[in-house]
């Protein structure tokens, strides 16, 4: 602890009538505004601070709600798994249903049930591996595009590849102005989450010109124009046709809910077409700017990598494209990626809101508390993990798998809410990173500062300039 704090500013576990709460801050949160670990929009500090001062779970309140941060592989699996019927989804990721809608992420049950059971299909990995022809084309125009010696900022060039496969298996569409206005419109929204968040009753004030507002209601508006005019040009084709076509939006339009033989409404299909959209562009750009950097960094692990890339796609005139079959064979290639998810896992933490009483082993928590766990954390955490902070694909081998308790790695959350599109992000990155790696090593240029930017997923703060060698 730092000076200025003191037990004074904290509680030990405690009971309150029939509840028992686990030890934390004894303020109320805006109390400690003043302190370096409390900062608007950055949570991750926070949850930092909660865990190194009181372990594995802790409290503290904020606008009279009590909240909770887990860190403990048991009682995250207690929340995601066993008691999950006892949560919903809470208020962060609510508050981006007038985004996303009733889509995959922000849904509850039992609507979140039925259009998972609906889109299942879609991301068969029957149906995911026809699309490892069409990651491995785009990987390709990316890195022929760029030539040795320039300097490149790695995390646009990973959105701008991101975005080409996205087009592609989502709209079966090459990068046209409407799928350039979807990714603008989805920007500009989320360079607005945290202001969106943190606004009071949101959904009260969504017609008035507060001028936060007033940006989020024209970029949602042109969003809806743009994806309604998609849905509307296969809105005629029989499901046969759109079942033929392959892309996810068609094949969405065609499933049907087995249960009841009816598939979704426009408006369904719209808001998972913006929650994979979303989930799909953002986090594998992400995922892979960062495992760049981190091969940066650590040469060792980076000529392995590139060992096993030349002796499984061949060198020099033997050299060939990455196929689905080689998806299988990259395993240390995919231990890279699975490390750099780690270290920086692009979904870096999950919420839920209690919908009745939950016990955590000693403690009992009241209706309505709300819990947060963070990969970002857990991943980082000295309990679970040796030297958390070093870079070390190894540990990612399949007896190391094996061998390691669940939700100590859960970069694509878990439960019945683990993300549906998590095979084609696996593939999707794996092959990304052999193909590029064919041709290509690329050196940080320490132009500007690394640092990590909480916001629907974890960014880059600053460009992530690199320099394009020959491998």
């Known amino acids: 602890m730092s000076d200025f704090d003191s037990d004074y500013d904290y509680v030990p576990a405690q009971a309150e009538g029939e509840w028992r709460l686990p030890p934390g801050l004894r303020r109320a949160l805006p109390f400690y505004f003043r302190r370096k670990w409390v900062s608007f929009g950055e949570p991750i500090p926070l949850f930092e601070h909660l865990h190194t001062v009181f372990g594995r779970i802790a409290h503290y309140r904020f606008l009279g709600t009590t909240i909770v941060f887990v860190n403990d592989p048991d009682w995250i699996n207690e929340i995601l798994v066993t008691q999950a019927g006892s949560f919903v989804r809470e208020r962060t990721l609510k508050r981006m249903k007038i985004l996303l809608g009733e889509g995959l992420i922000t849904s509850d049950d039992p609507i979140h049930m039925r259009q998972r059971r609906i889109a299942a299909p879609a991301f068969h990995r029957q149906r995911i591996v026809g699309y490892a022809e069409q990651i491995v084309d785009n990987a390709v125009a990316a890195r022929d595009a760029w030539s040795e010696g320039e300097e490149i900022d790695v995390a646009d060039g990973m959105m701008h590849l991101s975005l080409q496969i996205v087009a592609r298996t989502l709209f079966d569409s090459e990068v046209t102005a409407e799928v350039l206005s979807v990714r603008d419109e989805v920007n500009t929204i989320m360079g607005l989450y945290n202001f969106l968040v943190a606004f009071p009753m949101l959904e009260k004030v969504l017609h008035l010109p507060i001028p936060g507002v007033v940006q989020f209601r024209q970029a949602r508006r042109r969003l809806d124009t743009v994806v309604a005019g998609m849905i509307a040009s296969r809105r005629g084709m029989s499901r046969e046709v759109l079942e033929g076509r392959g892309d996810l939006l068609s094949m969405l339009m065609a499933a049907v809910d087995e249960g009841d033989g009816t598939g979704m409404s426009d408006t369904?299909?719209?808001?998972?077409?913006?929650?994979?959209?979303?989930?799909?562009?953002?986090?594998?750009?992400?995922?892979?700017?960062?495992?760049?950097?981190?091969?940066?960094?650590?040469?060792?692990?980076?000529?392995?990598?590139?060992?096993?890339?030349?002796?499984?796609?061949?060198?020099?005139?033997?050299?060939?494209?990455?196929?689905?079959?080689?998806?299988?064979?990259?395993?240390?290639?995919?231990?890279?990626?699975?490390?750099?998810?780690?270290?920086?896992?692009?979904?870096?933490?999950?919420?839920?809101?209690?919908?009745?009483?939950?016990?955590?082993?000693?403690?009992?928590?009241?209706?309505?508390?709300?819990?947060?766990?963070?990969?970002?954390?857990?991943?980082?955490?000295?309990?679970?993990?040796?030297?958390?902070?070093?870079?070390?694909?190894?540990?990612?081998?399949?007896?190391?798998?094996?061998?390691?308790?669940?939700?100590?790695?859960?970069?694509?959350?878990?439960?019945?809410?683990?993300?549906?599109?998590?095979?084609?992000?696996?593939?999707?990155?794996?092959?990304?990173?052999?193909?590029?790696?064919?041709?290509?090593?690329?050196?940080?240029?320490?132009?500007?500062?690394?640092?990590?930017q909480a916001k629907i997923t974890l960014r880059p703060k600053w460009p992530m300039m690199m320099r394009v060698e020959k491998a």
């Not at 958390?388 to 019945?416: D, I, M, S, W």
């Not at 095979?423 to 500007?448: C, D, N």
């Open 268 to 452: 369904q299909v719209r808001d998972e077409i913006l929650t994979i959209f979303l989930a799909g562009y953002e986090t594998v750009a992400n995922a892979l700017t960062w495992t760049w950097y981190l091969l940066s960094q650590n040469p060792d692990a980076a000529d392995m990598m590139y060992a096993e890339v030349a002796e499984v796609l061949g060198t020099g005139d033997a050299a060939r494209r990455a196929t689905i079959e080689d998806y299988g064979r990259l395993r240390y290639t995919e231990m890279v990626f699975a490390e750099s998810m780690r270290l920086f896992p692009p979904a870096w933490a999950m919420g839920r809101q209690s919908t009745k009483p939950v016990v955590l082993g000693e403690y009992r928590l009241p209706t309505g508390s709300h819990f947060f766990m963070s990969q970002y954390v857990m991943h980082r955490s000295a309990e679970f993990w040796e030297a958390p902070l070093e870079f070390r694909p190894e540990r990612h081998t399949a007896k190391a798998k094996a061998a390691r308790q669940r939700f100590v790695y859960f970069p694509f959350g878990g439960g019945g809410r683990q993300c549906i599109g998590e095979g084609f992000a696996w593939m999707e990155g794996v092959l990304s990173l052999a193909t590029i790696a064919q041709r290509w090593r690329l050196r940080f240029v320490p132009k500007y500062p690394v640092v990590a």
